[in-house]
């Protein structure tokens, strides 16, 4: 599902240039559970970036549900993210519309075709144990709400790839808890899961293999 | 995907909010004066060329022709580049037309010893001799002929009103083109505003992998609306300003220009009207797309 094979990001500004990562190589198997640790600034997100394409390689090859990522061209890009689901540390969700609304905006965006949005929709709320808030605004969510609603909007097109980042960050321990939990369970319907957390003790009890990014290298790859 | 991208075009509208309405009166402002001096332009095209067709060259005779010199004399004057028909109006005919003329007043005439009207020859031009180079060289032309004591009329007065009708035209592009520039920039900007509003909509759209199509069109449809709604009520202030004015001017125009009545934009003209607001209002949607990305 995953391949990098001496993957190198660079960020350039001016006559400066920030190594990001460096000779990153790995490979995530198709249903295949895998948390990404490591410090704030040691290239998590960065990494993630890379895969999503929303940033672009230095060196080296990166494989992405089929996809050769650095080879992509810009009007190819949507192609590669419909199968994927990405959540981050903010729920981005979108204030003027209830909970139902941003789920079903994925859709709609998609092009799916319209007496199929409802249920989809309601389905990935479900999945999340958020039915009974589907009307409800952001603004009325608890954090953990939220990230639940964030993560039935990754979910809801039935993405190939989960890629989270600090899904839990802004969590207390019992909250983070549980969406690690729901990120479990998706897991374990057969989407693959790449979970980045800096959070050492969570991603412990994950049980997981493990990859630990450290100042941009790969310093372990384990479980 | 359709509805999607209409019903998300009619709510950026709404969010655009003020900026929006401005964006469409400017836009009505713009079509409101290139359709008025339009149909300034068009009527004045119709007295020109209508005044074309009515273009006469009168040859005044030092003595009325009799017999063969008269056969002689129009087949000279037929002869003339330029020369499409020729009539010849004797001193005879000439006094009863001037009766005609004087109606009521006519008996003036019964005081005169003798009739002092010239004979003359009317000479039409041909189509490519009614502009006024062509009608001064027919007039030096006849002018040199023995028997010609005078000769009038020629295209010049037309050709002003010609003149006129480019002018208008030209005034109508010039404000036309200035009031467009701004209405362009008011869409830009009521369309930027949007996107900076909903650019987590755009972050979310980008994310799942949502197309630049389905991300862009909503941005160029609403710049259309506010141009569509803008030429929309563009035409409806002139068909308005029509149905008022021109009942007004017809009996001037009729008297001045010898137009029976004014005419409205055709169909074709209307249509192109407001695919110029449409295109309007898609051109600031395009740019404000390229200001937001730049």
Same mark, same amino acid.
């Given at each position: 599902?995953?391949?990098?094979?001496?993957?190198?990001?660079?960020?350039?500004?001016?006559?400066?240039?920030?190594?990001?990562?460096?000779d990153?190589?790995f490979?995530v198997?198709k249903?295949?559970?895998v948390?990404l640790?490591?410090?704030s600034g040691a290239?998590?997100?960065?990494l993630?970036?890379?895969?999503y394409?929303?940033?672009r390689?230095t060196?080296g090859?990166?494989?992405?549900?089929?996809?050769?990522?650095r080879?992509?061209r810009?009007?190819?890009?949507?192609?590669?993210?419909r199968?994927?689901?990405?959540?981050?540390?903010?729920?981005?969700l979108l204030s003027?519309?209830t909970?139902?609304?941003?789920?079903?905006f994925v859709l709609r965006?998609?092009?799916?075709?319209?007496?199929?949005?409802?249920p989809k929709?309601?389905?990935?709320l479900?999945?999340?144990?958020?039915?009974?808030?589907?009307?409800?605004?952001?603004a009325?969510?608890?954090?953990?709400?939220a990230?639940?609603?964030?993560l039935?909007?990754?979910?809801?097109?039935?993405p190939?790839?989960?890629?989270?980042?600090?899904?839990?960050?802004?969590?207390d321990?019992?909250?983070?808890?549980e969406?690690?939990?729901?990120?479990?369970d998706?897991?374990s319907?057969?989407?693959?899961?790449?979970l980045?957390?800096h959070q050492?003790?969570?991603?412990?009890?994950?049980?997981?293999?493990?990859?630990?990014l450290?100042a941009?290298?790969?310093?372990k790859?384990?479980g | 995907?359709l509805?999607?991208?209409? !019903?998300?075009a009619?709510v950026?509208l709404r969010?655009?909010?003020?900026?929006g309405?401005s964006?469409?009166?400017?836009?009505t402002?713009?079509?409101?004066?290139?359709?008025?001096?339009?149909l300034?332009?068009?009527?004045?095209?119709r007295?020109?060329?209508?005044?074309?067709?009515?273009?006469r060259?009168?040859?005044?005779?030092?003595?009325?022709p009799?017999?063969?010199?008269?056969?002689?004399? /129009?087949?000279?004057?037929e002869?003339?580049?330029g020369?499409?028909?020729?009539?010849?109006? !004797?001193k005879?005919?000439?006094?009863?037309?001037l009766?005609? !003329?004087?109606?009521?007043?006519?008996?003036?005439?019964?005081?005169?010893?003798?009739?002092?009207?010239?004979?003359?020859?009317?000479?039409?031009?041909?189509?490519d001799?009614?502009?006024?180079?062509?009608?001064?060289?027919l007039?030096?032309r006849? !002018?040199?002929l023995p028997?010609v004591?005078?000769?009038q009329?020629?295209?010049?007065?037309?050709?002003g009103?010609?003149?006129?009708?480019?002018?208008?035209?030209?005034?109508?592009?010039g404000v036309?083109?200035?009031?467009?520039?701004?209405?362009?920039?008011?869409?830009t900007t009521?369309?930027?505003?949007?996107?900076?509003?909903?650019?987590?909509?755009t972050? /979310?759209?980008?994310?799942?992998?949502?197309?630049?199509?389905?991300?862009?069109?909503?941005?160029l449809?609403q710049?259309?609306?506010q141009?569509l709604?803008?030429a929309?009520?563009a035409?409806?202030?002139?068909?308005?300003?029509?149905a008022?004015?021109?009942?007004?001017?017809?009996?001037l125009?009729?008297?001045?220009?010898?137009?029976?009545?004014?005419?409205?934009?055709?169909?074709?003209?209307?249509?192109?009207?407001?695919?110029?607001?449409?295109?309007?209002?898609?051109?600031?949607?395009?740019?404000?797309r390229?200001?937001?990305?730049?």
């Open positions: 599902m995953i391949r990098l094979h001496h993957v190198c990001k660079v960020f350039e500004s001016g006559p400066m240039r920030l190594p990001a990562l460096s990153i190589s490979s198997d249903g295949e559970f948390v640790t490591g410090a290239g998590k997100t960065t993630l970036r890379l895969l394409a929303d940033e390689a060196e090859e990166i494989e992405v549900a089929g996809f050769d990522v080879a992509l810009r009007s190819d890009v949507p192609m590669l993210r199968s994927l689901g990405i959540v981050f540390q903010d729920a981005k003027g519309r909970v139902f609304e941003n789920i079903a965006v998609l092009g799916t075709p319209r007496r199929e949005i409802t929709a309601f389905q990935a479900k999945a999340v144990g958020l039915s009974s808030r589907a009307q409800a605004y952001p009325q969510l608890s954090q953990g709400e990230q639940r609603a964030a039935a909007r990754a979910i809801v097109k039935s190939a790839l989960l890629l989270a980042d600090e899904p839990t960050g802004n969590l321990e019992a909250m983070a808890g969406i690690l939990d729901l990120i479990k998706i897991g319907r057969g989407t693959t899961v790449l980045a957390t050492v003790r969570l991603a412990a009890q994950l049980k997981r293999r493990t990859l630990k450290g941009g290298v790969l310093l790859d384990e | 995907m509805s999607f991208i209409v !019903s998300e009619f950026d969010r655009a909010g003020r900026v309405v964006a469409i009166l400017l836009i402002l713009s079509l409101t004066a290139l359709g008025g001096f339009w300034l332009s068009l009527n004045l095209g007295a020109v060329s209508q005044w074309r067709d009515r273009v060259v009168v040859v005044f005779l030092r003595e009325e009799t017999g063969s010199a008269l056969g002689d004399l /129009i087949r000279r004057v002869g003339l580049p020369v499409q028909r020729v009539r010849y109006v !004797s005879s005919q000439a006094l009863q037309s009766r005609q !003329s004087l109606g009521a007043q006519a008996g003036v005439l019964e005081q005169l010893p003798r009739n002092p009207l010239p004979a003359s020859v009317e000479v039409t031009p041909d189509e001799a009614t502009t006024p180079e062509a009608t001064r060289e007039t030096a006849l !002018s040199a028997e004591e005078d000769v009329g020629g295209a010049e007065w037309v050709e009103l010609a003149r006129w009708q480019r002018l208008f035209e030209i005034m109508g592009l036309g083109a200035v009031l467009a520039l701004a209405a362009i920039l008011t869409v009521a369309t930027t505003l949007v996107l900076h509003v909903r650019r987590a909509e972050e /979310i759209m980008r994310l799942v992998g949502a197309s630049e199509a389905v991300i862009r069109f909503p941005q449809l710049g259309m609306v141009g709604l803008g929309v009520v035409l409806a202030l002139l068909e308005i300003a029509y008022i004015g021109a009942p007004r001017l017809e009996p125009l009729n008297l001045t220009l010898g137009l029976a009545r004014a005419v409205f934009l055709s169909l074709p003209q209307i249509l192109l009207l407001i695919a110029g607001g449409a295109g309007l209002g898609a051109l600031g949607g395009l740019l404000a390229g200001r937001a990305t730049a």
